[in-house]
């Protein structure tokens, strides 16, 4: 140790900016790294150990109350592998939550009795103001998405009649936590539900809640209930399971670690073709002094010890304070996750976590290190004092290509991101949406005919449908049908293999059952205690549902239930709010509730914007950033080599601009080179990570548009940006003399 | 008295290049060199001098032949086998010093001394007596060679070289890079070594070089071409110098 120390201390102490730059390229990897890490171990065990706190079932489902019959508790009670079930009483009905984040947000909404006894599915109420008789709770989610605070208000509109209520408090949940499964739930002290459950009657529903075996499946389970239920003749109004619950709910969260760790790939690439590109120059540098070594007796393993060291050293460290670092904000991304995921918990200290991204980072290091230094075997002592090692390349050029490439791919998938949310949102909400009309009116009954003619002979329409989105069952749970005259007319399509329906025999399904229902076999859906059978024309998505949706038609819904009495209603013009205002003055009696679906639609895009924007930021910050480290770390070793030659050229007349510039432009056909290949690559392997991103959220059919024009302005800028970073990073040229050369 | 021989190479083979461009350096060379005696190779441009002195010091390995350097064929060791070989028997002074820049005189000595002494504090003591004998002021120790002349600089070197008590000490065209007063003190360094029992290999094409050495040799078309013996150096020796400038005379120089 004592014989590669002092070697390691000189090497360590002689190239101090190059080993900076190398830590904050490990420091930014670990930092990375260790988030991604500390989300992924402790967000996941953070929500199973909240399910086991509150005692949350295993499986929950729902039957209209009056349809519960007295032996199916002992049914299912004796099904294989059920260990435990309570039953709850609870109201279940679409609601529109008014001012939801800022808008009128449709949601359909389990409401219960707080003050019931209870063994499963318990509620830890979070925060909570002074009671009052009209109070509901409400989950987490509806205050850190929607924007609702204990002791402030909420109304609910059921049927076109409203109902605002104190909000109590804020509680966490296990069942209906977030709208990802497209259930949300409400908790009314007992009096509020007493009456909320006489005056809506027709909904109230039986909730039967499961604790199963650890041994069972859950599918298999689920497909029992659904069997049951279909031979007694009781609908099945919502079935849901532990795993699709924590797999919604941590959605956001899997897909930051994706991007997280694919971010951190880049960064860790990037460093150890820095370090690579570092020791090769070193050794090119210091060739003589290599020899030298070798000459006084040092072996080829002791040189490579004393050159791997300081980047081990250096990586420690920083690892080390990436770590640290990374635990200040850990605390802000879990509460930015709690948005989605509707619940919260502390980040903490993570062993595991730190192991990992120590031994990781020290492995790609010590590996790469120690491939590079390898070169340092096949020296000759005495070639070495002479100048020669047989390889005059020091991978200058196969670096930046590389580094540009990928500042690039980062760069082009922040643009194109940027792109489809702000230059052409429509994009990026047909992504996550289904429809998104201007308006949309629900007619009172039998009025719909008139409704339509309006519509027609309004000039500010721009186009019009009779569109719904209503529950319907199948036989393992429920879907929410969205209900068209003429899918041909839809402004998005979100069928993603085979094609909507046409006929009212036929439906497309969601990708939550793609895989039990291929396309042409025939599905069952039933409303109410009526039932048609349906032929599988195509495979629809929806992220808002987590793909258990279908589309029939007007006609097809029609076998099966009510008519449709909802318009989505296109304008030309933003004009939504006025639009709706005139529409209910003038024609209250045809118009029987209205929703400002272009609000909407803005408050959703406003908050991915804000999200995205983020994003970007991050993901220029960083680009700039490695090109910075880099051009550092070439522009250095160019000039600690090219000395003598700057000398010369000063010498005989060249002015200090003009090296600079030289310096600078040296770099540029590389850099933009690998930017336009990256660009053009772009429009292939873009399309590829947005569909890897968005599948992970069920959005298997994504709307991106990659503009060849945005990447080339990209790889513009970006080369633009690395010659100017060039010209500054070269002003150590000016302290070059020519009279130094002399003295050297 | 019988010399003690301590480098002893036969039927040595070397050259560079391949095909037609092949440059044969030698190709059946043979030399002693002795315990003690101040050797020096001398010979003109291109003929081989420092390649052989590398060959035999383990730098550099030969196409052919042994060499037997206090008994061993070092031809047959590994480059790791020969790095310890080095640091044991052997020192190195170079016409281009190669101190390690940004390294301090004394770290660049105790890089070298740390390979075969456990304790630091005893190489720094000899480093410090070591430093003492060449004439490099303690207020000096602590500089970088870019902060002091090439004198001191070369002188250094030789500390470095020596801190090992190296069997042999090889030198390539120590003054080389030097001016006359530089060069005249760093001789001074070899002819007090060497006077202490320092056996020593110096390349040069330097007359006052070679007047520091007591056994001559002439490199000439891959062969020793001929060897002449000086005897011990003597300050302002006329009858060295002649006998020095004839037998170069004779070798065709």
């Known amino acids: 140790m004592k014989k590669i120390s002092t070697l390691t201390l000189h090497n360590l102490n002689k190239a101090k900016g190059q080993y900076i730059s190398f830590g904050v390229f490990i420091c930014l990897t670990a930092f990375i790294i260790n988030i991604a890490l500390v989300l992924a171990f402790q967000t996941f065990n953070a929500y199973d150990s909240l399910f086991e706190k509150l005692s949350a079932a295993d499986i929950n489902f729902i039957i209209p109350q009056i349809q519960d019959q007295e032996d199916l508790l002992t049914e299912v009670e004796g099904i294989d592998g059920v260990s435990f079930v309570e039953k709850h009483e609870g109201v279940f009905t679409s609601v529109t939550v008014r001012e939801f984040a800022g808008s009128d947000f449709d949601m359909n909404t389990v409401f219960y009795n707080l003050d019931e006894e209870r063994t499963l599915n318990l509620r830890d109420i979070t925060e909570s103001s002074e009671m009052s008789d009209n109070s509901v709770y409400i989950p987490m989610y509806m205050k850190e998405l929607g924007g609702f605070a204990e002791g402030g208000s909420i109304t609910y509109s059921i049927d076109g009649e409203e109902h605002t209520y104190h909000v109590g408090g804020i509680l966490l949940e296990m069942q209906y936590g977030n709208y990802g499964t497209g259930m949300i739930g409400g908790y009314f002290p007992e009096a509020v539900y007493e009456d909320f459950a006489q005056e809506y009657s027709d909904h109230v529903i039986t909730e039967y809640s499961l604790k199963i075996s650890s041994t069972a499946d859950l599918g298999e389970m689920k497909n029992t209930i659904s069997e049951v239920l279909r031979e007694k003749g009781i609908a099945l109004l919502n079935i849901n399971d532990r795993d699709t619950s924590k797999q919604t709910r941590t959605m956001v969260c899997t897909l930051l670690i994706v991007i997280f760790l694919a971010l951190a790939a880049i960064i860790l690439v990037v460093s150890i073709f820095l370090s690579n590109f570092r020791i090769r120059s070193a050794i090119e540098d210091e060739l003589a002094q290599m020899g030298v070594l070798k000459a006084i007796g040092y072996t080829s393993s002791l040189i490579i010890a004393s050159t791997v060291m300081p980047y081990m050293l250096v990586g420690i460290i920083s690892t080390v304070i990436g770590i640290a670092l990374s635990y200040a904000v850990l605390p802000s991304v879990a509460g930015i996750l709690a948005i989605q995921s509707g619940f919260s918990y502390t980040p903490v200290f993570d062993s595991m976590a730190l192991l990992i991204v120590l031994l990781t980072l020290m492995c790609a290091i010590l590996l790469f290190s120690y491939l590079s230094a390898g070169k340092i075997h096949k020296l000759e002592p005495i070639n070495a004092i002479r100048g020669i090692t047989g390889d005059e390349s020091t991978g200058q050029n196969v670096l930046l290509f590389i580094v540009s490439f990928g500042i690039m791919v980062l760069l082009s998938f922040a643009g194109t991101l940027l792109y489809n949310v702000n230059v052409k949102p429509d994009n990026f909400m047909n992504t996550l949406s289904e429809e998104l009309p201007s308006v949309i009116f629900t007619a009172e009954d039998g009025k719909m005919t008139e409704l339509k003619e309006l519509l027609e002979n309004d000039s500010r329409v721009r186009l019009f449908m009779e569109y719904a989105s209503v529950p319907v069952s199948y036989e393992d749970g429920s879907l929410t049908a969205f209900v068209c005259e003429d899918f041909s007319k839809a402004t998005n399509d979100i069928c993603y293999e085979g094609h909507s329906p046409v006929n009212d025999n036929e439906v497309a399904i969601g990708n939550a059952i793609s895989d039990k229902y291929p396309i042409g076999s025939n599905i069952e859906l039933t409303v109410g205690d009526q039932s048609a059978d349906y032929i599988v024309t195509g495979y629809i998505q929806s992220v808002n549902n987590a793909g258990a949706v279908c589309q029939l038609t007007r006609e097809g819904y029609k076998k099966i239930g009510e008519t449709i009495n909802s318009v989505n209603v296109y304008l030309y013009e933003k004009t939504a709010e006025a639009f709706i205002t005139e529409y209910e003055e003038n024609h209250d009696t045809i118009i029987k509730s209205s929703v400002n679906f272009e609000q909407m639609s803005e408050n959703g895009q406003m908050m991915y914007t804000g999200i995205v924007s983020v994003i970007v930021v991050i993901l220029f910050i960083i680009s700039v950033l490695m090109v910075l480290l880099v051009m550092y770390v070439l522009i250095n070793s160019m000039i600690s080599r090219r000395r003598q030659e700057f000398g010369i050229y000063k010498a005989i007349g060249y002015t200090n601009r003009q090296l600079t510039v030289k310096t600078a432009l040296s770099f540029i056909p590389v850099v933009a080179v690998a930017s336009i290949i990256s660009a053009i690559a772009g429009l292939w392997y873009l399309p590829a990570i947005n569909n890897v991103i968005f599948s992970l959220i069920g959005a298997i059919k994504n709307h991106f548009e990659v503009s060849v024009w945005i990447l080339f302005v990209f790889a513009g800028m970006f080369t633009a940006v690395a010659f100017t970073i060039s010209v500054l990073l070269s002003a150590p040229i000016k302290r070059i003399t020519a009279y130094s050369l002399l003295k050297d | ?253």
């Not at chain 2, 070092?74 to 390690?100: H, M, P, S, W």
């Not at chain 2, 000096?140 to 190296?166: D, F, H, L, M």
Request: charged letters at 25%; proline letters at 2%; one cysteine or more.
């Open chain 2, 1 to 253: 008295m019988d010399k003690q021989t301590v480098i002893s190479a036969k039927h040595l083979k070397k050259a560079f290049g391949k095909g037609e461009s092949i440059q044969v350096i030698y190709s059946d060379l043979n030399i002693d060199i002795y315990k003690g005696d101040f050797t020096v190779i001398m010979g003109s441009s291109g003929a081989g001098k420092s390649t052989l002195m590398y060959s035999l010091s383990g730098m550099d390995k030969p196409d052919g032949g042994e060499i037997f350097f206090d008994g061993t064929d070092i031809t047959k060791l590994n480059n790791d086998k020969l790095a310890v070989f080095r640091r044991k028997e052997c020192g190195f002074v170079f016409q281009q010093i190669y101190l390690i820049d940004k390294m301090n005189l004394m770290d660049n000595v105790i890089a070298a001394g740390v390979l075969t002494s456990k304790d630091k504090e005893d190489i720094k003591n000899r480093a410090k007596e070591l430093f003492s004998l060449v004439n490099i002021p303690e207020n000096t120790w602590k500089k970088t060679s870019s902060q002091i002349s090439g004198g001191e600089a070369q002188r250094a070197g030789i500390v470095r070289a020596v801190i090992n008590s190296p069997n042999v000490l090889f030198a390539d065209e120590p003054t080389g890079a030097l001016n006359s007063a530089n060069s005249g003190a760093v001789l001074d360094v070899f002819t007090s070594l060497h006077k202490e029992g320092q056996s020593i290999v110096m390349v040069t094409h330097d007359k006052k070089s070679a007047l520091r050495g007591n056994r001559i040799i002439y490199i000439k078309d891959g062969k020793i071409y001929g060897e002449c013996d000086l005897g011990a150096f003597e300050q302002d020796d006329a009858e060295r110098t002649e006998k020095l400038d004839q037998f170069i005379k004779e070798m065709g120089w």
